[in-house]
């Protein structure tokens, strides 16, 4: 068991660009989770897959945001046409989804919008 | 829709000095209580949870909670600290029921000084 592992761990971008983050859960873990946490607030909820099923999003998640898990594996969060807003570290969580269920969080993936 | 408050931002504390951390939620169903200590620029590692049974749950690094159904609490406590507890604490509820998504406090910054 290595834990959850980001990728990259910080990101520094230009307003208007494209990024993607990845993230790899424990192995095992059928689900999987994105959190959004500014400077002095806790984690909110994004959203989340059961293997490769989208199954919940929040409505901070507008359109500019997109989220894959392909093959129930891996994951990667895309942000489109960055705004300064954005700027958050974004973290990932993996869970085994069986009741009860814990959560187990990466490092996060810090990003700087300029 | 469940809420958590974490009423202190922050709390100030000499070493071996007992702490704790408040916090309250609200729901209109059952709750799972967790904590969650954030060490600078990582992500979040689970301290303790409540899911069941017995109300006093025992975590990692010396920390206890108490889950109190009347008063809708779940305070964290630490008979004495030391200097590396220093950290942002975050509590956090999910929906049994669910068991998705996290619904993280504002986080209380605990500083433990010499």
């Known amino acids: 068991d290595t834990g959850v592992s980001q990728d990259p761990r910080h990101k520094i971008t230009k307003r208007g660009q494209n990024v993607t983050f990845r993230c790899d859960p424990i192995?095992?873990?059928?689900?999987l989770y994105w959190y959004r946490q500014t400077l002095g607030q806790g984690p909110e909820f994004l959203t989340y897959f059961q293997n490769e099923a989208q199954l919940e999003k929040s409505r901070l998640l507008s359109d500019r945001f997109s989220a894959e898990r392909p093959k129930g594996s891996f994951s990667t969060l895309e942000i489109q046409r960055t705004e300064q807003g954005d700027s958050a570290m974004y973290l990932c969580?993996?869970?085994?989804?069986?009741?009860?269920?814990?959560?187990?969080f990466g490092p996060g993936t810090r990003l700087t919008v300029l | 829709a469940q809420s958590v408050t974490q009423l202190d931002s922050q709390v100030p504390v000499f070493e071996e000095a007992p702490v704790e951390l408040r916090c309250n939620y609200s729901s209109s169903v059952s709750v799972y209580l967790f904590w969650y200590v954030q060490y600078p620029n990582q992500g979040l590692q689970l301290l303790l949870k409540?899911?069941?049974?017995?109300?006093l749950v025992k975590g990692i690094n010396g920390f206890e909670a108490e889950f109190n159904k009347s008063q809708t609490s779940f305070h964290l406590r630490k008979p004495s600290v030391h200097i590396s507890d220093t950290a942002e604490y975050f509590c956090?509820?999910?929906?049994?029921?669910?068991?998705?998504?996290?619904?993280f406090g504002t986080g209380t910054r605990l500083q433990v000084t010499l």
């Open positions: 192995s095992e873990h059928n689900r």
């Open positions: 969580a993996s869970s085994l989804g069986l009741a009860p269920d814990t959560q187990y």
């Open positions: 956090a509820v999910s929906d049994p029921g669910t068991a998705s998504k996290l619904t």
């Open positions: 409540y899911l069941s049974g017995s109300t």
